[in-house]
């Protein structure tokens, strides 16, 4: 039988596009697609869309709600950065102009950080999801990914924030370094744990270690999986002694892809930290639910 | 009118051959290709060279010496490693076996660190090449470069080294990664310090300051060669504040390409240090007919 979406939840980033059929609070339908913000122009974003969501259209217009990198300035739609400190949906959400006539669009704001430079598309919105389920919550979300973001709340609001390119570099020291040669599919805890050590306790050593990885696996043979766990550890030991300000002596939820999460998680814990697990999906959902309700329909 | 070559030099990298004609220790002429170590397999090493060098043949027997990531074990012929601490021209060139009539080649093996592992191919003869004219020279010399390598010599052999992957990491991401974007083709002395300070002082900090680059640009507009100099910094400060126990009060000779050369030497010269500048290809030509003579001819 057809689904005939109230209204269509969108989760549109750099590299993907996700979209759920909603009625209220309740999926109906999920749907994707490699149509990214970034292989996109100003022209191709409702087509894309359209083509992923058009089934669940009725006769009427349906209110689609969007968030991410479809706000930048390349995006659908600019939907300027609000300011921190602020509530993460304080903004209201912008309409696309001149759309089909069957869609309302919407594209919920990002946030921005002044006086040390950052900004969030996307992020803001699971942060509004977290919320939603937890309101008198103070403390840090950390919601890692290819940009790991540090988010400090207090009072319902978004206080500081900082972002740190780790899954990248991990990819590309990964994929397209001299690594590469050395580094396999697989994991290994005791080297991810060992990689992490090293660079928690001694940060500056990490652009020694990296090259070590290389030449261990030249001299004596190393495991591709332990390489890779190593080179993971490495990379988020550095990451955590540059957040230590933000996560030191404070509940964390860590917000994202389970197993990514959960290596997070199991480094904090390592450090006497206080840990949520949180799925990523469910926070992005529940804060485009919030999202809609703020903006009234 | 055509070359003659005595013998030929060779630097053979993972991504450029360079050849010299020699006449003893005097250059006759000098080719270049960019059929580098990692774009052959064994049996098209010996036409690469040939293809650069044959008009400098005679009707006898010419030698080749030559050193480089072409004496790896996919090169041209392993040429195993010598372990620290060791002179860097200690073991014998080896011979490549089977090559065409007209050449008797040989590769110079690299060096190998086995308690905090590390490897280097063809810093060993510019090392070599350096020791030729500093006889009695204790200290540390940098090679930088894609890997850059610090090198503790002392009594004339090698004592320890370890190498940064700090080129190769900007050029990943200031050409492949999201700061792409932002980073220009140029330079600014300012950002380059600004960048250098921030890392030296707080190396943990390398990984929060990447993403500003991006951000700061974002919300403010930055000049993409202000840009570009600053993530330069931030790598070169974060490499030396890993490297310290190797330049502090001591001697320090900075061989390698003049531009990259003179951006170390100004960054180690604001730390105290003091600095000597060679010219990185020189050393490589030293090392090479160093190493001929030391083989014997």
Known sequence: MAV???????????SRLRAWAMKGDEILAEASSDAGMSKLTKTEFEPALLGLIEDWLGHGQTEVVACGMVGARQGWVEAPY???PVA?????????PDTDPRLAAYVVPGLKQTRQPDVMRGEETQVAGFLSAHDDWDGVICLPG????????SAGEVVSFRTFMTGEIFDLLSGASVLRHSVGEGWDDTSFQSGLD??????ESISAELFGLRANDLLNGADPNACRARLSGLLIGAELAAARAYWLGQSIAVVGAEKLSATYAQALK???????LVNGQDM????????RKAKGT
């Open 146 to 153: 290819t940009h790991t973001k540090w988010i400090h709340i």
């Open 4 to 14: 005939m979406a109230e209204w269509i939840a969108v989760d549109w980033g750099t």
């Open 88 to 96: 993460p949906l304080s903004a209201p959400p912008i309409r696309v």
């Open 82 to 84: 609000a300011a921190v």
């Open 198 to 203: 090293a660079t928690l306790s001694r940060p």
């Open 284 to 291: 992005t959902i529940a804060g485009l639910i919030a999202a």
């Open 270 to 276: 390592k450090q006497g930290a206080f840990v949520t």
